[in-house]
């Protein structure tokens, strides 16, 4: 599958979440994201903007970890990716196989995020309003599945929903949280 | 008082989770260490803290540890520390607030530093043990520890040195002083004799004791404050609950905590760990 995804920078966040909490399908859902990026020596993956992550989820219902695949971009206006995506029952385990199989820690960090859903064109629309503590500003993240065949359909029914929240389009983005994250860190 | 040249470093400086463990634990040597990190040469610290350029490399180098409130007091004044960085230190604010309160209650609202209620401390175990294996650090701040030793097998896999494979997860026990007055007030909260409670901290201590003689990074302190809360913390992710009197600590409801840049509960029971670390009898 195709992960059709589009990201803006948000200005007015107490609007924006104002307008979430009472437009999504119920009340935004508090996450933590625990994220730890891999990559082979040489940083092989991320030369070619492809990504493996093990993620671990904090929210409501208690913690749980996925491990994710992104390939390559396939759409270059979005940024968007083909994604595989699998949960495991236990964190540390895929920490120490991922590491076993050659794979080093790329970088390391959280995001935390208020998670809303809602269906619009017969779409699943996962809405999420975002900070990443190391790095100023608040974000949305808006993205439902495709295939490559929808996608073009996809991008722009993520795109209705970030207007009708007032989002500008010269507020889009497609900089990724790690490079954001590094050049905070210096 | 030596002649100092403040320096202005970068505001992600202090963000950094490395620099605020350090200043958290007061270490000067890593606070530099975190300063070189941004560029900054040994002799720019020097003439910024009023201290010698070789005096700044002892420190760097650790052999050497900076404890007088007023060097720390004029270190955090030479590198222009804003306000939540003295605090780490211990340090009283010095200039205004860098974040306005308004973002701090609109980040609270939107991403909560309370994740997830639960109605007693069983609940919680599941989520704790799984957390535990994959952990870094792990504190505790109980009253004899029985529900971490229920936790025991977690523990003993994730405390396994690095090169045995673990991940050389730091565990550091508090304690209720087996011999402290709040003994005997904690015995009666929960119907039980003061021998009966101070015979289950000690038992408590000696199975941890096991774990550190095995060559696992684990200390057991003693504190002697009447116990009030109960505290897990798992790297980042903190279960905390607390000691009534007619409750059982594990009868708590705990509140799962995760770090935020503006919450207090985090912040503040982090910080009451610490400053009963500071003044409790290391027992392991």
Same mark, same amino acid.
């Not at chain 1, 954001?180 to 860190?185: C, K, N, S």
């Not at chain 2, 401390?121 to 599941?126: F, L, S, V």
């Not at chain 2, 909260?189 to 003061?194: H, K, L, T, Y």
């Given at each position: ?13 107490? %609007? *924006? ?11 935004? %859902? ?23 992550? $093990? ?8 913690? %749980? ?8 971009? *396939? ?32 970088? %390391? ?17 996962? $809405?999420?309003?975002?900070? *990443?503590p ?53 | 008082m030596p002649?100092t040249?403040p320096l202005e470093l970068?505001p992600r400086v202090w963000d950094d989770a490395a620099m605020r463990e350090a200043l958290r634990a007061r270490d000067i040597g890593a606070v530099f260490r975190g300063c ?9 610290l020097?003439?910024a803290t009023g201290m010698?350029?070789?005096r700044v490399?002892?420190v760097i180098?650790g052999?050497r540890e900076v404890e007088q409130f007023a060097v720390i007091e004029r270190i955090a004044g030479g590198l222009a520390m804003p306000d939540d960085a003295r605090r780490l230190l211990g340090l009283a604010p010095a200039r205004e607030r860098r974040t306005?309160?308004?973002?701090a ?8 530093e ?23 650090e792990?504190d505790v701040l ?28 730091r565990?550091r026990?508090l ?44 200390h057991?302190f003693w504190y002697r404050m009447l116990?009030t809360w109960?505290v897990?913390r798992?790297d980042d992710?903190l279960?905390a ?16 905590v995760?770090r935020t840049e503006s919450g207090p509960l985090f912040s503040g029971l982090g910080r009451q760990v610490e400053a009963l670390l500071a003044e409790s009898h290391c027992?392991?």
């Amino acid at each position: 599958m195709i992960e059709a995804e589009r990201k803006a920078v948000v200005r007015d966040a107490e %609007r *924006v979440l104002a307008t979430l909490e009472t437009t999504m399908d119920g009340p935004g %859902r508090a996450e933590v994201y625990q994220d730890t990026y891999y990559d082979l020596p040489g940083a092989l993956l991320d030369a070619e903007g492809r990504e493996l992550r $093990v993620r671990t989820v904090h929210g409501r219902d208690g913690a %749980r970890t996925v491990l994710t695949y992104k390939g390559g971009v *396939v759409d270059e206006a979005s940024g968007s990716k083909s994604e595989s995506e699998t949960e495991v029952a236990d964190t540390g385990a895929i920490h120490d196989i991922v590491r076993g199989l050659g794979y080093q820690p790329l970088i %390391r960090f959280e995001k935390h995020c208020r998670n809303y859903s809602t269906t619009l064109g017969g779409r699943q629309i996962l $809405v999420t309003l975002v900070r *990443v503590p190391e790095i100023d500003g608040t974000w949305l993240e808006v993205e439902t599945q495709a295939t490559e065949d929808d996608l073009g359909d996809a991008l722009d029914t993520v795109w209705r929903v970030m207007a009708d929240l007032g989002i500008d389009e010269g507020d889009l983005t497609t900089e990724l949280y790690t490079d954001a994250v590094r050049a905070a860190r210096g | 008082m030596p002649t100092t040249l403040p320096l202005e470093l970068p505001p992600r400086v202090w963000d950094d989770a490395a620099m605020r463990e350090a200043l958290r634990a007061r270490d000067i040597g890593a606070v530099f260490r975190g300063c070189q990190r941004y560029g900054v040469s040994q002799t720019r610290l020097a003439t910024a803290t009023g201290m010698t350029q070789a005096r700044v490399s002892e420190v760097i180098r650790g052999r050497r540890e900076v404890e007088q409130f007023a060097v720390i007091e004029r270190i955090a004044g030479g590198l222009a520390m804003p306000d939540d960085a003295r605090r780490l230190l211990g340090l009283a604010p010095a200039r205004e607030r860098r974040t306005a309160p308004e973002p701090a209650a609109f980040e609270l609202a939107a991403f909560p530093e309370i994740l997830r209620v639960y109605p007693r401390q069983a609940g919680a175990a599941e989520e704790i043990q799984r957390a535990a294996v994959a952990a870094r650090e792990i504190d505790v701040l109980a009253v004899r520890g029985l529900g971490l030793l229920a936790l025991n097998d977690s523990l003993l896999r994730a405390s396994l040195p690095h090169s045995h494979g673990g991940l050389g997860l730091r565990l550091r026990v508090l304690l209720l002083h087996p011999e402290a007055d709040a003994v005997e007030q904690r015995a009666a909260e929960i119907g039980e004799s003061a021998s009966a409670l101070a015979a289950g901290i000690k038992l408590a201590t000696e199975r941890l004791a096991e774990l550190a003689d095995s060559g696992r990074d684990v200390h057991v302190f003693w504190y002697r404050m009447l116990p009030t809360w109960r505290v897990i913390r798992i790297d980042d992710v903190l279960f905390a609950g607390t000691f009534t009197p007619g409750w059982e600590g594990h009868e708590s409801a705990m509140y799962k905590v995760t770090r935020t840049e503006s919450g207090p509960l985090f912040s503040g029971l982090g910080r009451q760990v610490e400053a009963l670390l500071a003044e409790s009898h290391c027992a392991v």
